[in-house]
């Protein structure tokens, strides 16, 4: 089976306004940045973006921001992206802020068909109000419900033309999650082989996961904060 797309825009054909997209990353760790950017060339506007954070300025989840392509954003940290704060409190831009280890078990759930589930997490803070919140053995829980997507865009080090991957390090963060937790999932790699060559016990997101994969390299490996130290 091959699941190989020649450009970014070949998988996009069925991306609608309105849509949920879960997309991958850490900072600008691991993040789908080809497929971010074809989001951008298309224009879709009111967009539901599952992301961990919200890019920053001019880079990744940031250029969908910068072009109002965005209508909410479903994330935990957002605190590098002043565009993200000014179109929060000018009403531009809708934010649901959720715990990081509750924003990965919703989308966890929803890979898993699991509807809902208790966390003691946020119990007695905003991010409980108007949730149903009970008591199991003298703790209280929040009830969380789960997460999916229309479409996932997840980055990998390496992947086969039938959609098994393998994250590098770091660079694995929210993307397997999010492989599983949508109706439509695209892979960019930074290396594209054949069949076999990924040793089997070492697959992360097994290619039945996978509906498209487009080799996304040459990659620019951006930082996302410089720090030096004085010679």
């Not at 921001?65 to 965005?70: E, M, P, Y």
């Not at 809902?116 to 829980?141: I, L, S």
């Amino acid at each position: 089976m091959d699941k190989r797309i020649s450009a970014p825009d070949d998988a996009l054909a069925n991306l609608r306004d309105g849509m949920t997209i879960l997309t991958g990353g850490f900072g600008l760790c691991g993040i789908p940045e080809r497929l971010i950017d074809a989001v951008w060339r298309k224009g879709i506007k009111d967009l539901t973006i599952v992301s961990n954070n919200a890019g920053v300025d001019g880079a990744g989840i940031g250029l969908l921001l910068q072009n109002r392509q965005v209508r909410k954003m479903i994330s935990s940290y957002v605190g590098e992206n002043k565009l993200f704060e000014q179109l929060v409190l000018s009403g531009e831009l809708q934010v649901e802020l959720n715990p990081q280890g509750t924003l990965a078990e919703r989308l966890r759930a929803g890979g898993a068909g699991i509807p809902a589930f208790y966390t003691p997490t946020g119990y007695g803070t905003k991010v409980a109000e108007g949730k149903e919140t009970r008591e199991f053995n003298g703790r209280h829980y929040v009830l969380e419900r789960a997460l999916r997507g229309d479409f996932a865009f997840v980055k990998a080090w390496k992947g086969d033309r039938m959609g098994n991957l393998i994250y590098r390090k770091t660079t694995r963060n929210f993307n397997p999650m999010m492989a599983t937790a949508a109706d439509y999932v695209i892979a960019e790699v930074e290396q594209l082989v054949e069949p076999g060559e990924l040793p089997p016990d070492q697959v992360h997101t097994p290619g039945i996961f996978i509906d498209a994969i487009l080799d996304g390299s040459p990659y620019t490996k951006r930082i996302e904060k410089r720090t030096t130290r004085k010679a």
